[in-house]
C-alpha cells in the first residue's frame, strides 16, 4: 500500500502540467532582470549616503578654483565682501564658504536730500566758479552725515505736470524761484528740500540728524529759525501744497510759498540744534567781513564763505572729538613705522584750518570752542582702544604676515617659527585688551571689533585702514579726497602731493622719523606718563621699511588682479635653515592659517573700506552728468 501510494504520487501530475501556459522567452527574461537591476540600484543609491570626494578626504590636496561668487557679492580693489544681515559671525566663510570673501552690514539707506540750483542763469563766470564752491562744500557735509545730496535743476521743474499752471502764473521773481525748486523737488518725491546754504553742524548721532537719515517723513516739515532753508516730506504733501500755492489768490504779491498755503499744511519743528543756515541775515549779524566782502563782490564774498563754512565743519569735528584723537600703536616698538601716514592725517586734523575770522562760530552754535594753536587737542598712540565717545580713533591694520615680519625683525619667516615662537592674533588681542580683558581669545574678539568698525552707532566715530595698500593713490583709503568725502570738509594743511607709500625711496627716513617724534605725540604707559622708550630710532625706523616693503611684494595687493587669493601669484622662493626651497606663498599660508582672527578682521576692514569707496564713486559718476557742485 505504502509502495503504491509513493509511486501514484511520483505519477501524479505537477501543477504546471494541471495548468498549462507559455513559458517566458529568454528575451523576457533579461528584459524582466535588468528591470530589477536598475530599480534595486536606484533605491540603492537615493537611500545611501553620498561617496566622499577623494579630494575631500586628501589632506594634501592641490588647490582648487573658489566657489562661483554668491548672490549679492561684490569685488573691489582686491577686497570681495558680501552684504548679509549675520555679518556679526566671527568668521565669515561660515556664511560664504569662501575664506577669501568677508561678509559685511547690508549698506545703509542714504536718503536723498535736494537742493536747487539754476545752472542756465546768466552770472559771471568767477560768480560761478564761486558758487561751484559752496555747491560741493554742501555736498561733502551732507554726505559725510549718512545723506544722498542731489542738486537738482530747471529741467526737473519743467517735466512736474503742474510746470504748466506756473507758467501763466504772474508772481514776482523771488516767488518764482521758489516754486521752481518746489517743482523740481515735487517732481523727484519723498526726501528733503535744503538750501545749498544749510549745512549739518553737529555729530552724527544727533537726534534729527538720525531722524532724518530713516527716509520716512509723513508729514510736510519746517524747522524753527530756517524759514525755507530746511523741509522735509513725502511727496502727496508736496503736490498738495503745490496746488494750495498756485491757487492762492494772493500769488502775485506773496515772496515765499510759504505765504501761499495755510498754517495747517505745515508741521513746524523745533529749532535743531545741528543745522546751520547762512542766510543774509546770520552773516550781516555774526560775520561783518563775509557780508562787506558780499556787498563788494559777490565772487570774492563767495569763495570767503566757502573758506568760513569749511572752517566751521573743521571745527564741529573737533568740538565734537574734545577728547582728542587717538592713534593705535600696538606694538609700538615694532611697527611705529605703520603709524607714520596716521599721523600725518592727525596733525592736519588738530592743526587748525584757514579762515576768514578765525574766532568765529557756527550759526548754530554760538558758544563754541574756537580753535587755538596754542592749545591744540591731544595726539596719543594707546596700544589698545578705549571706549569714549569724545575721542576718534585712526587704526591702521597690518596683514598677519607683514606683523610677524616686524616682530620677528626678518623677512626670512619660517613655518616652523611661526608655529612656535609666535603667539596667536598679537594685533587683535593687543587693540581689544583695554576693553574686552587679557583673557579672551582671538576668535572671541572678533564681534566685538567688527561692530566698533561697521556698526551705526560707532562707525563715525573712527577710521580704519589697511597698512599695505598705497595711501595717496587716486581713490586710495588715505588720499586727500576720499579723507575729505569721509570726515565731510577739506583739509587744506593735509599734504596731498607727499608720498605716503613707506616702501618708496623718495621717502627720507629722516622725514618720517620727525613726523614719528612730533612733540604733540603722546605716548601713554601704564603709569600713565609719557613713554618715548618704545620709539625706533632712525636705523630700526629703515629696517622696518625693509621688511614692510619685502611684505608688500608678497603680498602683491593689486586692485586690478583677478586671483581671489591675498598673496596673488608671488612665486618667489628662499632657503630655509635646512636647505630646502620653500615658496614665500605657503610661508604666508602658514601666517594666516596661524593667525586667523588678525586675518579676518584684516580682511574685513579692507572689504568695509573698499565698498564705502566704490558706493561714493559709483554715486559721483552717476551725478556728473547733472550740474555742478565737483572738483575741477
Not at 484 to 498: D, L, V
Amino acid at each position: 500500500m505504502a509502495r503504491y501510494r509513493s509511486l501514484s504520487r511520483a505519477n501524479k501530475p505537477g501543477h504546471y502540467s494541471a495548468y498549462p501556459r507559455e513559458r517566458p522567452s529568454r528575451t523576457k527574461i533579461w528584459k524582466y532582470t535588468a528591470a530589477a537591476g536598475c530599480l534595486i540600484f536606484i533605491l540603492l543609491f537615493f537611500s545611501s549616503p553620498p561617496v566622499p570626494n577623494a579630494n575631500d578626504i586628501n589632506p594634501f590636496r592641490p588647490t582648487s578654483h573658489p566657489p562661483p561668487s554668491l548672490r549679492n557679492s561684490t569685488h573691489t580693489e582686491g577686497a570681495r565682501w558680501r552684504n548679509h544681515w549675520s555679518w556679526l559671525n566671527p568668521f565669515s566663510d561660515s556664511i560664504t564658504d569662501d575664506q577669501s570673501q568677508s561678509v559685511l552690514p547690508p549698506p545703509r539707506n542714504r536718503p536723498p536730500i535736494y537742493t536747487f540750483y539754476d545752472a542756465e542763469a546768466e552770472k559771471d563766470e568767477k560768480v560761478k566758479a564761486a558758487e561751484n564752491k559752496l555747491l560741493l562744500v554742501w555736498r561733502r557735509a551732507w554726505w559725510a552725515q549718512g545723506f544722498k545730496p542731489i542738486i537738482l535743476g530747471k529741467a526737473e521743474a519743467m517735466r512736474n505736470p503742474l510746470y504748466e499752471r506756473f507758467q501763466v502764473r504772474r508772481m514776482e521773481q523771488t516767488l518764482g524761484t521758489d516754486i521752481m525748486r518746489w517743482l523740481a523737488w515735487g517732481q523727484m518725491g519723498t526726501g528733503i528740500l535744503s538750501n545749498w546754504l544749510v549745512l549739518p553742524m553737529g555729530s552724527y548721532d544727533d537726534r534729527l540728524l538720525s531722524f532724518l537719515r530713516r527716509g520716512e517723513y509723513p508729514k510736510l516739515t519746517c524747522y524753527e529759525g530756517l524759514e525755507a532753508g530746511l523741509f522735509s516730506s513725502d511727496k502727496a504733501s508736496i503736490e498738495a501744497a503745490l496746488t494750495e500755492a498756485l491757487d492762492s489768490p494772493h500769488l502775485p504779491k506773496s515772496k515765499s510759498i510759504r505765504d501761499l498755503v495755510s498754517h495747517k499744511t505745515f508741521t513746524v519743528d523745533p529749532k535743531p540744534s545741528a543745522i546751520a543756515f547762512y542766510d543774509s541775515s546770520s552773516i550781516a549779524d555774526h560775520y561783518k567781513s563775509i557780508f562787506t566782502a558780499l556787498t563788494d563782490s559777490k565772487a570774492t564774498g563767495f569763495l570767503l564763505l566757502a573758506d568760513l563754512i569749511t572752517s566751521h565743519l573743521h571745527l564741529t569735528f573737533l568740538n565734537t572729538f574734545s577728547s582728542g584723537i587717538a592713534i593705535l600703536t600696538p606694538h609700538r616698538s615694532h611697527s611705529f613705522l605703520l603709524q607714520y601716514p596716521a599721523i600725518t592725517l592727525a596733525n592736519a586734523l588738530i592743526s587748525c584750518p584757514p579762515s576768514p575770522d578765525p574766532t568765529s562760530c557756527p550759526p548754530n552754535n554760538p558758544s563754541c570752542n574756537p580753535c587755538s594753536s596754542s592749545n591744540p587737542l591731544s595726539l596719543t598712540t594707546p596700544t589698545s582702544c578705549t571706549n569714549t565717545s569724545t575721542l576718534f580713533t585712526i587704526g591702521t591694520l597690518p596683514h598677519p604676515y607683514t606683523l610677524a615680519s616686524l616682530l620677528a625683525k626678518t623677512a626670512s619667516l619660517s613655518i616652523p617659527h611661526i608655529r612656535r615662537d609666535t603667539a596667536r592674533d598679537p594685533w587683535l588681542i593687543s587693540t581689544t585688551a583695554k576693553t574686552l580683558g587679557p583673557s579672551l581669545g582671538g576668535p572671541d574678539r572678533l564681534v566685538p571689533f567688527k561692530e566698533s568698525v561697521g556698526s551705526e552707532s560707532l562707525s563715525f566715530r573712527s577710521l580704519w585702514v589697511i597698512a599695505e595698500e598705497e595711501y595717496m593713490g587716486e581713490g586710495a583709503a588715505m588720499s586727500k579726497k576720499e579723507l575729505e568725502w569721509f570726515f565731510g570738509f577739506a583739509i587744506p594743511s593735509y599734504n596731498s602731493t607727499a608720498s605716503f607709500s613707506l616702501s618708496d625711496p623718495k621717502l627720507k627716513t629722516s622725514a618720517i622719523t620727525a613726523t614719528l617724534a612730533s612733540p604733540a605725540l603722546y605716548h601713554p604707559s601704564s603709569s600713565g606718563d609719557n613713554n618715548n622708550k618704545d620709539s625706533p630710532g632712525d636705523k630700526e625706523l629703515a629696517h622696518q621699511r625693509l621688511l614692510l616693503a619685502h611684505a608688500q611684494s608678497v603680498l602683491s595687493l593689486s586692485s586690478a588682479s583677478p586671483d581671489h587669493r591675498i598673496g596673488g601669484k608671488w612665486k618667489g622662493k628662499r632657503k630655509t635653515r635646512k636647505g630646502d626651497d620653500v615658496s614665500e606663498e605657503r610661508v604666508q599660508a602658514a601666517v594666516e592659517a596661524w593667525h586667523l582672527a588678525d586675518m579676518e578682521a584684516w580682511r574685513f576692514v579692507r572689504a568695509w573700506g573698499a565698498r564705502g569707496r566704490e558706493e561714493r564713486r559709483r554715486w559721483e559718476s552717476e551725478e556728473k552728468r547733472f550740474v555742478r557742485g565737483w572738483e575741477d
